[in-house]
Nanobody
Framework: VQLQASGGGLVQPGDSLILACTFSGSNSNYYALGWFRQAPGREREGLSCFSGSDGTIRYADSVKGRFTLSKDGAQKKLYLEMNNLKPEDTAVYYC?????????????????WGQGTLVTVSS
């Protein structure tokens, strides 16, 4: 399984950004897919996760209402639309995949990781 995240950059507070994650190497229907981030000096945080088997989507409270996870029809690309970005959203954002029987946003349960894309929110 390979994942590659893209779409990061430098934005101003209040701006929006869409991250994309390409999944390859297996059938994504068998995997949970998730978006995570890690800010300097902080632990990796789960933001949103998606079940490839039943389409369930969950969000962390920290991003609920501002971030939206979506996927394309073939489920080979995962997106994270981020709105009303704040300086505290500055982090490296990762997509990841795992074979899970119960959907989880715990990064410790994910086995396959993309390389990360940096999002910087600053005026």
């Amino acid at each position: 399984v390979q994942l590659q995240a893209s779409g990061g950059g430098l934005v101003q507070p209040g701006d929006s950004l869409i991250l994309a994650c390409t999944f390859s190497g297996s059938n994504s229907n068998y995997y949970a897919l998730g978006w995570f981030r890690q800010a300097p000096g902080r632990e990796r945080e789960g933001l949103s996760c998606f079940s490839g088997s039943d389409g369930t989507i969950r969000y962390a409270d920290s991003v609920k209402g501002r971030f939206t996870l979506s996927k394309d029809g073939a489920q080979k690309k995962l997106y994270l639309e981020m709105n009303n970005l704040k300086p505290e959203d500055t982090a490296v954002y990762y997509c990841a995949a795992a074979r899970l029987s119960v959907l989880s946003s715990n990064p410790d349960e994910y086995h396959y990781w993309g390389q990360g894309t940096l999002v910087t929110v600053s005026s």
